[in-house]
């Protein structure tokens, strides 16, 4: 088996966006409710804080830093979060003025995932019995689709580091329930994805490679879920499956509140996987998650009790922890071998979600050098 290519989810809100100043105020980012955060319970180590400080990811030279801190700890490459809703993008800048602008961008890979789910107000969320407002519906139709397609051709498959599978640009999508919903139908939707690869080949790449994230629960509010996910990937035409993160893949409800054992997550999510590769007819790509606590965009005010997303459990594992995960997705590659294997992290940067890579002042770069002791360094196969 050949080293899996590391591709760590990159969450873009950590820069000054012309929607988020309109709903939360000028200059609003997601460093705010970091900063606000504080301990719900004995031992919550909260808040959060960044060893580089509040950084601001549209400045190229920022993005230099993030690149060669990945590719140093064995990071291919970045899975950016990428949002468009029916009238157009969200979060882009860190995209297209950070990353796309830096120095060193080819140094490193990169790839988008749809995340196609709603976007509701929990900026921060007021309480788990209270009505989030949906801020933009993640269901969007053929024509707003045919617009996202034409931008992500121009603008991102043409890059050099665009990250491919079997020469394919790949992009995955996060909520095909989100997907089915907004197309109009299982059907209408084949014939949106298969326009979308006919428009990628008259532009010269070989068509796309299509990867669908596939979990069981429901956590995001407003979220859609599917019944047969085998069936919808076979007849929707994707090329691989994969994970986004582990509590997608864990009944919060089988856990004590405020926290619990990290051990009965992984646990949980490597069961899942192996279902997934057993009964999917196409590869399924395993994800590793650094941690999860969404506390900080609960309100600081409101008391701190179970229920969902985001008041569900906090786990905060240790770098070790999040090691033992990574050496069981590398059997994983052993026991279900694939041809240029991919592994997911959750997240370089999820700061208020409790689960990124990036150092902080607690653990450093405990988490990256997990990744450089298991998996080695990067290896620049583009494919």
């Known amino acids: 088996m050949s080293r899996p290519k590391v591709l760590a989810y990159y969450f873009p809100s950590w820069h000054r966006d012309p929607r988020n100043a309109a709903w939360f105020g000028d200059g609003w980012t997601e460093w705010k409710l970091l900063a606000d955060a504080k301990p719900r319970f004995q031992g ?53 003025d950070g990353y796309l602008h830096a120095g060193k961008r080819d140094d490193i890979e990169f790839a988008l995932m749809w995340a196609n789910h709603n976007l509701t107000n929990i900026f921060p969320s007021a309480g788990p019995e209270v009505e989030k407002p949906i801020l ?31 020469g394919r640009p790949l992009f995955s999508i996060y909520e095909i329930g989100s997907l089915i919903e907004g197309l109009g139908g299982v ?15 008259a532009a010269g790449h070989a068509g796309i ?8 629960f429901e ?79 609960t309100a600081q005010d409101v008391e701190f009790i179970e229920g969902p997303y985001p008041w569900i459990p906090v786990w905060d594992p240790t770098p070790a922890e999040f090691e033992r995960g990574l050496r069981r997705a ?35 770069t405990g988490y990256l050098e997990a990744i450089k002791r298991v998996f080695g360094t990067v290896h620049q196969d583009r494919g």
Do not use: C
């Not at 034409?150 to 491919?164: D, G, N, W």
């Open 44 to 96: 919550h180590r909260q808040p959060r804080v960044p060893a580089a400080g509040e950084i601001d990811e549209s400045d190229p030279q920022v993005f230099d830093t993030q690149i060669a801190l990945a590719t140093e700890h064995g990071v291919n490459g970045f899975l950016f979060d990428f949002y468009w809703y029916d009238d157009g993008p969200y979060l882009n800048a860190a995209l297209d």
């Open 187 to 201: 059907t209408a939707t084949r014939e949106a994805l298969e326009w979308f690869d006919e428009r990628a080949r």
């Open 209 to 216: 490679h299509l990867d669908a994230i596939v979990w069981g």
């Open 330 to 364: 590398a059997a994983f590659f052993e026991d279900y071998p694939r041809e240029g294997p991919i592994l997911s992290i959750n997240a370089w940067n999820e700061w208020t979600e409790g689960s990124s890579l990036l150092p902080d002042t607690v653990n450093g």
């Open 136 to 166: 933009k519906s993640g269901a969007i139709d053929r024509a707003a689709f045919e617009r996202m397609a034409e931008h992500i051709i121009e603008h991102y498959f043409s890059q050099p580091s665009y990250l491919k599978v079997d």
């Open 219 to 297: 956590f995001l509010p407003g979220g859609v879920t599917v019944d047969d996910p085998a069936q919808l990937i076979d007849d929707l035409g994707f090329g691989s499956a994969s994970s986004y993160v582990w509590i997608h893949h864990m009944d919060p409800d089988t856990q004590t509140f405020p926290t619990s054992p990290w051990k009965d997550v992984e646990d949980a999510a490597f069961a899942a996987y192996d279902e997934y590769a057993k009964s999917l007819n196409v590869a399924f790509s395993p994800n590793v998650t650094v941690g999860w606590d969404a506390s900080p965009r």
